[in-house]
């Protein structure tokens, strides 16, 4: 599933925050549970270091490493194609699911840095 690239987004409000890693969250499921076929065919080893990405839209995306990224946020997990052969589905996925799940929670923190002091109490 390719998508065009969407602008960075930077969320000032808690809510806001809350919604961006929602949408993104969504990514991880629908790319480890239910478009497997697809995701599996996309991380062809073949390919150079590849990335998976949730998107604002609740979309995901695999693709090459992005250079927009700020360097306060942690990058996805490079490479996620290169174990597919190597690994059993059933043991691969998980291992995708584990460094996609640490990426959205950077991606959480990073949003979270920006916010003021009443929109860090309503995260409580």
């Known amino acids: 599933m390719s998508f065009p690239p969407l602008p960075l987004c930077l969320?000032?409000?808690c809510l806001f925050s809350g919604s961006c890693v929602s949408h993104r969250c969504g990514f991880l499921c629908l790319a480890v549970l239910a478009d497997v076929e697809e995701f599996y065919a996309f991380c062809d080893p073949e390919k150079e270091n590849l990335c998976l990405y949730g998107l604002l839209n609740?979309?995901?995306e695999v693709a090459l490493p992005s250079e927009e990224v700020p360097p306060e946020m942690l990058e996805p997990a490079l490479g996620i194609n290169f174990t597919r052969d190597v690994m059993k589905r059933r043991d691969w996925l998980p291992l995708v699911a584990v460094h996609s799940d640490t990426w959205l929670i950077s991606v959480a923190?990073?949003?979270?840095?920006d916010l003021n002091d009443n929109d860090r109490y309503l995260l409580h």
Not at 109 to 113: D, H
């Open 109 to 113: 923190y990073f949003y979270a840095s």
């Open 11 to 13: 969320p000032r409000t």
């Open 58 to 60: 609740g979309s995901w």
